[in-house]
């Protein structure tokens, strides 16, 4: 009993500590609806806030960095702004894990008298707001991934002196590019989740229907950025958590192939895995933002800082490339092709979701761009794959990290790690384990391959269109299946996230021809209800090949604007 | 009895398959003289050859294809001589797995008729002949990697319906620049040392001293270079093994970061242990020729179809870098800087590998560039890593091959694998060695970064000269200690063998103010006879950073030919 108080003691003493950061003046003080009442606080938060700081907070992070890096707006005035907007997020739905607006605003002020003293910016981001997942070592403050154990550590160790002190090499290449940072953000203990959970924040809610899950593992992100409460932010995914929490909240996200974006110095799960790597990227409100965030941390050369960053420098070529195919079949002179799946052949999507994809259809159909139905192999495989991968440990780690503390497991885990450890795989069944994931990535490779026999552009596909998930976000426990997104990571390809629309309970029923292909799908089917969806954001994924994040973000941008004119929903 | 006759019969039938192969014309007949009356064989092999087939084989890779990609030679006759000069080479060393001499014809033939028919050649390699360890698959030759279990099957599996017909990527690669394969040279058992012996075909001697070993893994394409019987080849490196047997046999190779060259559809051991990747480089007998080899395979865009492939095409912007950066220093503008490491503080290098350092040192300092201690991180603890991420398995693959066909266990594998398998690490043990190499790539790296305070140039170091062995090359069993290479496998650096000189007895003798620093720094100098090595080549390891080939083997093009026209030894 002793032992379960004082795990309980210390994570209510954290998460008070966290509230206690905000400053009284940007406290709710009324009570907040229940979802029952009020499922979407997006436009609700605005009551709190002055035009201005709507102003400010509602800009994408391009319109904005436009400002602040040309002096136009200061970034200390900014930099309240959204400080003022990331503590009512917290309130609305708990999304936050640290909370440092005093120093994002020392930095700001600092960065003002830079711009007025040089007469410009630091970098690219300058006085832009960002958010990090809980995961990246700020100096000041802590990072505790959830763990009720790492309160008052470095990562579990007590005494460590990188405490407080350390910095992840991503958040040294954002400041030294002007970003101002003001907060981390919430993630389910052990990250290996599809919503955003732990004893010491609780849950993090989604902002649009607060019946349902901000999604994870980076929901802390996906929820504060649709609530505004930062310019964009980085999360990471190993199966989906950064693309997850995008798709949930109406966001763009990129899960960029790993060596890109520096993940040296992030605490991490499981570290070491290295059969498929946790990476990092950025979610934001639009295409263009994922762009300039990517960019930003390629611009300070992280392969210099990270040894298992690779030496690929933002291409512009590649940029130009998929901006010359779309103005070329604008002119009638060509077209791109994609793949579209409707299903992975186990579970398929549910009604809202398949909307999305008639959406997409329709809209590329209409730009007069081909469709190919995509026949890949087994994704089923790729599940496994990737199941083999996250628990190769057998949960080791994780119940190590729960036992430290004695908090209570998290049901949500149970699907990866049961709910104790079991046997760990030994040094040749990884082996086997990483000869099966590299013959089904040479598998796909072929098959994307052969696809330039069909498209009739002469190249294989330009991207594949996708669900990201079943569902449009998930009801709480309900989050496991995940094949849609853990496929991209077994590949190590590319992914963008792409809003398409919102549910709508008036069209978004099952339909009488439903067939269900397995037990699963049945039972996702069986348990859907129109009604607990109503209103939330249903988005895609598009993927491409490896490495190709400068094509696929400007072909995202390019889709995600002609699905936006969509009004009726087909 | 009858098992241990059985697998030698296999074993002497596949030897002599080969060497039946040979036509009756190209088989030697007189006696060889053994090596205590003639130690080298590299020009006594001449005597077989027509002054014109000396002519054809003695050429670089470059100067070949010049040759042959203009029609100034057929084909048809340069794979004559050079399959020739390899049966030779083979019967002189024992450095063939697989002949195919037929099938070389008839594709050079077949060359020759392109090049006819469209007055242009296939590809950069047109008719070049081209040698590949016996790690690669080729259609109509059975691939043994040195296993008597694989003989008659596809990497150990009867009735694979892939034997005899599947190829490598890296095979297609060659055949699409228009490189003729004549043969598959030998590897030592497992891969995994630095020597060459199997029980198929025996020991590989060094060509140009007949008592040392031509190195490993990749031994037999290092002696069949050296007596030129291709005109460069393919091995790969996982601590040494493209490395070792260059600079056994004076000649020039890379070992590139892992992602360059294709290892797609190719045999290894230990498959999917990916910790530290083995990775495939080029020999040959200049730099210019690495540069066509490796410029050829990225032309046909390997990460099209090897998923591990990186998307990085030969970057001629980093080639031109290198190479203005030396055509500034050569007109007083400015200067490399390069670090120079004598001893890894554990094993110093022998008398010849020493002064080979100071013939380096003098050559660089009297061309006007910097050169500064290497003070790195410990390279005990990267030889620790190395060892352990090479028995992760506890040599369960090693042992496993020796025991489906009873052959006996080679001694030189013992101090890897034992003499039985050991236990295993699980999954968490190898996580926290991956979390370890990276601590020390990060360390590494840093290292390296700060060197920018030292050089003056503004730059960190250029490179790094380093021995590649303690040895010029070595006497057999007593190649253990690959600390000198195994180190930027560990790193996933790029590093270019450079020949330097001949070892000299005269010269070459431990000096009084020899001061051991272990145990095995003793042993290895108490052992050490200068007669035995007299004559033997001696080079050098240029270590650059990750992914620099394109640089890397620019410089050591450079330094190769400033140490070439030094005469005298100092």
Chains 1, 2 share one sequence.
């Not at 809209?363 to 990737?386: C, D, F, M, R």
Request: hydrophobic share 40%; aromatic share 8%.
């Amino acid at each position: 009993m002793a032992t379960q108080s004082s795990w309980e003691d210390t994570a209510k003493a954290k998460r008070e500590s966290v509230l206690k950061l905000i400053p009284e003046k940007w406290r709710i003080s009324n009570s907040i609806p229940p979802a029952s009442e009020l499922r979407d606080v997006t436009r609700y938060i605005q009551q709190y806030l002055s035009p201005r700081e709507i102003e400010i907070t509602e800009l994408d992070t391009v319109s904005l960095a436009q400002r602040t890096t040309t002096g136009q707006w200061t970034a200390a005035e900014v930099a309240e702004a959204f400080c003022h907007r990331a503590a009512l997020a917290h309130q609305l739905v708990s999304c936050l894990h640290e909370i440092f607006f005093d120093a994002a605003l020392e930095d700001a002020k600092q960065l003002d008298a830079y711009f007025a003293e040089h007469k410009k910016p630091v970098g690219p981001l300058h006085g832009v707001p960002i958010s990090l997942k809980d995961q990246f070592h700020v100096k000041g403050v802590e990072t505790t991934m959830g763990y009720v154990s790492w309160i008052g550590t470095f990562q579990g160790q007590k005494g460590d002196p990188r405490r407080l002190v350390f910095e992840s090499e991503m958040v040294k290449e954002l400041r030294a590019v002007g970003a101002v940072l003001h907060c981390k953000t919430s993630v389910p203990t052990t990250l290996m989740c599809g919503e955003t959970v732990n004893n010491i924040i609780g849950y993090t809610w989604n902002p649009k229907n607060r019946h349902l899950s901000s999604g994870g593992s980076s929901g802390g992100e996906g929820a504060l950025i649709a609530l505004r409460g930062s310019a964009g932010g980085f999360g990471t995914d190993i199966g989906g958590s950064v693309r997850i929490p995008a798709v949930f909240n109406g966001l763009y996200g990129i899960r960029p192939s790993a060596g890109r974006i520096p993940y040296e110095g992030a605490a991490n799960s499981m570290d070491g895995q290295n059969s498929i790597l946790s990476v990092i990227g950025p979610l934001a409100t639009t295409a263009g933002s994922l762009k300039l965030l990517f960019h930003s941390v390629l611009s300070q050369k992280p392969w210099l800082h990270d040894p298992l960053a690779v030496e690929l420098p933002w291409r512009d070529e590649l940029e130009q490339e998929a901006l010359s195919l779309i103005k070329n079949s604008a002119a009638d002179q060509g077209q791109l092709a994609f793949g579209i799946m409707h299903s992975d052949d186990y579970v398929q999507p549910l009604p809202p979701v398949a909307r999305a994809l008639r959406i997409m259809k329709d809209a590329v159909q209409k730009l007069g761009h081909k469709l190919i139905e995509w026949k890949p192999p087994s994704h089923l495989e790729a599940l496994k794959l990737a199941r083999a991968i996250y628990t190769l440990d057998g949960g080791a780690d994780a119940h190590y990290q729960f036992r430290v503390s004695g908090e209570s497991f998290i049901p949500q885990l149970a699907p990866f790690f049961g709910d104790a450890p079991r046997p760990q795989k030994n040094a040749e069944q990884i082996a086997a384990i990483n000869v099966a994931k590299r013959a089904y990535q040479k598998l796909y490779m072929d098959y994307w391959n052969s696809t330039a026999e069909l498209t009739g552009t002469g190249r294989p596909v330009d991207g594949l269109f996708c669900p990201a998930a079943v569902f449009p976000a998930a009801r709480p426990c309900k989050t496991g299946y995940i094949n849609y997104t853990s496929f991209v990571n077994v590949l190590d390809y590319t992914s963008v996230i792409v809003p398409v629309t919102l549910a709508n309970k008036a069209v978004d029923v099952v339909g009488a021809d439903y067939t269900p292909l397995s037990e699963l799908d049945k039972m996702i089917h069986d348990e859907y209800d129109p009604g607990i969806y109503d209103g939330a954001h249903v988005g895609l994924q598009l993927v491409g090949r490896r490495f190709q994040e400068e094509k696929m973000i400007a072909l995202a941008g390019y889709v995600g604007e002609a699905v936006k004119s969509t009004q009726v929903p087909n």
